[in-house]
């Protein structure tokens, strides 16, 4: 798979920080990208466009994160999401992992980060 191919949400309620990460995945070739503003969004988008990989954040209006990456995963246990929190990491970060997430990044994340984990998808490591 090319990073081109790949299919992407991502998921956080800052505008700012969804927009910032949406333009630097459009940099690298992606062309086909979801965006989510809460955690209900999430759960809605990814049951609608099944992306490749879900960058989403733990602190969320409506459905939390944690609550989005546990439903996803009972309707597609296949899923690979990509947690992200800038509070409270040591809890949040057994949640998410204990929740079936693929990997959790300290906020803010770098673009080396998002990089790498798309490269990671396409090389089927994620």
């Known amino acids: 798979m090319n990073i081109e191919d790949i299919k992407v949400m991502v998921c956080d309620d800052s505008m ?3 927009k910032s990460m949406v333009m630097f995945i459009t940099s690298l070739g992606v062309k086909q990208i979801i965006e989510a503003a809460d955690g209900q969004q999430a759960i809605d ?3 609608e466009n099944k992306p490749d990989v879900v960058f989403m954040d ?3 209006p409506v459905v939390t994160g944690i609550d989005a990456l546990i439903k ?3 309707t597609d246990p296949a899923a690979r ?3 992200a929190s800038s509070i409270g ?6 949640s998410a992992i ?10 803010p994340i770098t673009n080396d980060q998002v990089k790498q984990i798309l490269e990671n998808v396409c090389k089927g490591v994620i």
Do not use: H, P, S, W
Not at 89 to 94: A, C, F, G, N, S
Not at 98 to 107: E, N, P, R
């Open 72 to 74: 996803i995963k009972e």
């Open 45 to 47: 988008k990814y049951a």
């Open 81 to 83: 999401v990509i947690m």
């Open 16 to 18: 700012f920080a969804r």
């Open 98 to 107: 204990k929740a079936g997430a693929a990997d959790f990044l300290q906020k």
């Open 89 to 94: 990491t040591q809890q949040y970060l057994k």
């Open 58 to 60: 733990i602190v969320m």
